[in-house]
């Protein structure tokens, strides 16, 4: 049971580059989030999906996109990356409901020159 | 958006020691967890709390979800050199706000264990 996959581990793009970063789980769970970790911040919320087919803001969206492609995937662009998005990003899965937390990849670290 | 104030961002213990960490809101929440994340991994599920009052233990951690339901505590006791890692505290805000159903998390407290 792999739970959620996300990858690449390691990108270093240049200011500018575009790229995406895929997530996918296999618990059969409808929403998934992105986060970004920075030194101090904890944990902030870039985009959500409740479902299939549905996606939110959260916190941190801007320079940021999202595509639900099915229930287990939920990828996470950058369309002209920025130094200032060099993070840590951790994709992760829950079900809806008060009593779940969430289950979480292993995180992308990204870094942006 | 909601913020948890989580403290201490970090602390450095010698092992053997007892842990406490705690984490305040100004709203209530219906559930609060406590994650771990080991270096270079994402964080771990410790512990869930889903009423106030509620006190749960995992091992050597316990954990409170606070009357008020806008505060929980863990501790750890008799920490080892595996603890080390980042402790994150995270509530679902209760039936009724704008954020119901999404966690918040807290900064994080980044703890060390010297042997």
């Known amino acids: 049971n792999a739970g959620v996959t996300q990858t690449p581990k390691f990108q270093v793009l240049k200011t500018g580059q575009s790229m995406t970063l895929q997530c996918a789980q296999d618990?059969?769970?409808?929403?998934m989030y992105w986060y970004r970790q920075d030194p101090g911040m904890g944990l902030r919320l870039i985009y959500y999906?409740?479902?299939?087919?549905?996606?939110d803001k959260g916190e941190v969206p801007n320079g940021y996109n999202v595509s639900r492609l099915n229930k287990r995937e939920f990828s996470l662009r950058l369309e002209s990356a920025a130094p200032s998005q060099t993070s840590v990003y951790f994709c992760?899965?829950?079900?809806?409901?008060?009593?779940?937390?969430?289950?979480f990849g292993s995180g992308t670290r990204l870094t942006v020159v | 958006g909601q913020q948890l104030n989580q403290s201490p961002q970090s602390m450095f213990i010698q092992e053997g020691e007892d842990v406490s960490m705690n984490c305040t809101s100004s709203?209530?929440?219906?559930?609060w967890l406590w994650y771990k994340q080991d270096p270079g991994e994402g964080p771990v599920l410790l512990i869930a709390?889903?009423?106030?009052?509620e006190l749960t233990s995992n091992g050597r951690l316990t954990a409170q979800f606070g009357i008020t339901r806008k505060d929980s505590f863990l501790n750890i006791s008799a920490s080892i050199p595996s603890d080390v890692g980042i402790y994150f505290c995270?509530?679902?805000?209760?039936?009724?706000?704008?954020?119901?159903?999404?966690?918040?998390f807290g900064q994080g407290t980044i703890l060390t264990v010297h042997p």
């Open positions: 999906s409740a479902s299939e087919g549905t996606t």
């Open positions: 992760a899965s829950s079900e809806p409901g008060q009593g779940v937390g969430y289950t």
């Open positions: 618990m059969n769970h409808n929403s």
């Open positions: 709390l889903y009423k106030a009052g």
């Open positions: 995270a509530g679902r805000l209760a039936l009724g706000g704008t954020s119901y159903g999404k966690l918040t």
């Open positions: 709203s209530i929440f219906n559930t």
